[in-house]
């Protein structure tokens, strides 16, 4: 998922700040243990922005969770609660 969203943003953001800037994206699950599954993931992006004005940072913030939002197919299937059938065994 933290790859996917860093992809997914990754021309927009080189586009403002240049093609050398650093970010870590992580994408942290949230465990729900009675079910045995992840509840939620809470991702985050750490990248210097300090450069830019309030408003430019807000911008850049929304078009590049606006890319993720059209180009991040893993962030997109588990919104969309994909359902994943049992797995199925076959002869190669």
Do not use: H, W, Y
């Amino acid at each position: 998922l933290a790859a996917c969203s860093a992809m997914s943003s990754d021309a927009q953001l080189e586009s403002v700040l240049g093609p050398n800037f650093e970010a870590i994206t992580k994408a942290v699950p949230v465990k729900d243990g009675a079910a045995d599954r992840f509840a939620e993931f809470n991702e985050t992006m750490e990248i210097d922005l300090s450069a830019l004005t309030p408003e430019a940072k807000q911008k850049l913030i929304n078009s590049a969770l606006n890319k993720i939002a059209i180009n991040c197919t893993v962030g997109n299937t588990i919104v969309a609660s994909a359902k994943v059938p049992p797995l199925e065994f076959i002869q190669p």
